[in-house]
């Protein structure tokens, strides 16, 4: 089966990002840590490309979470330039993109979730179950990640404290998650209709001819 061009954009992106934000990051440690999530992800999407298809949109968004996390692990989410300029902008007394790398931990998970429920269990009505079981999955995967920070940190004591990227904030695992929360959420009430039309155009179990 012919690659979706969707997925080949997502190789290329993916290998660019890799590589530029790779080159020369903050610390190497941190970038290994933050970009895992894509060196475990990449296989898995090129594994089951033919088996699985996942739609357009399921690929734009998790190539645009892909280099989110790329950014954040060269520079750091609390150094993260664009964060700066927000912050400024904003009037904010931290850099924002630890904000924007949570918030998108719960946007792209959730179409994921929702299409592997809609397409592989059939869970479709109700409305209001699909939805619940999709936030709660993304919930799953925040408090997840936060407890692999906890252990980092436990783990390597100060050495942690990029991979953190709290920046002082005692209640930041919370508010990382209720970003994730918030994520989860928007997905759901701005895309779910142009979800649904898509996997519409998919037949059973991905397959696209």
């Not at 996942?54 to 645009?64: R, S």
């Not at 009037?91 to 993109?97: C, Q």
């Not at 079981?133 to 993304?138: A, F, K, R």
Request: hydrophobic content about 55%; overall charge neutral; some cysteine.
């Amino acid at each position: 089966m012919r690659m979706a061009p969707s997925l080949a954009a997502l190789n290329v992106l993916w290998a660019a990002g890799l590589v530029a934000s790779g080159f020369a990051p903050y610390d190497r440690l941190t970038w290994l840590a933050e970009t895992a999530p894509v060196l475990i992800a990449w296989p898995i999407l090129l594994a089951t490309r033919e088996r699985f298809r996942l739609t357009d949109l399921a690929y734009g968004l998790i190539a645009l979470h892909g280099l989110i996390l790329m950014l954040g692990a060269a520079y750091t989410y609390a150094r993260v330039p664009l964060g700066d300029v927000l912050r400024d902008l904003l009037s904010l007394d931290r850099n924002p993109y630890d904000r924007i790398g949570h918030f998108a931990q719960g946007f792209v998970p959730a179409i994921v979730a929702r299409e592997l429920l809609i397409r592989l269990f059939g869970i479709t009505r109700p409305a209001g179950l699909l939805a619940f079981l999709v936030v709660s999955i993304c919930l799953a995967i925040s408090s997840a990640y936060e407890l692999i920070e906890w252990a980092a940190a436990v783990a390597l004591g100060e050495g942690a404290t990029d991979f953190l990227g709290t920046q002082g904030d005692p209640w930041d695992t919370q508010a990382d998650m209720a970003f994730a929360l918030l994520g989860a959420l928007a997905a759901l009430a701005v895309v779910g209709k142009m979800h649904d039309r898509l996997i519409a155009g998919q037949l059973p179990h991905g397959q696209k001819r």
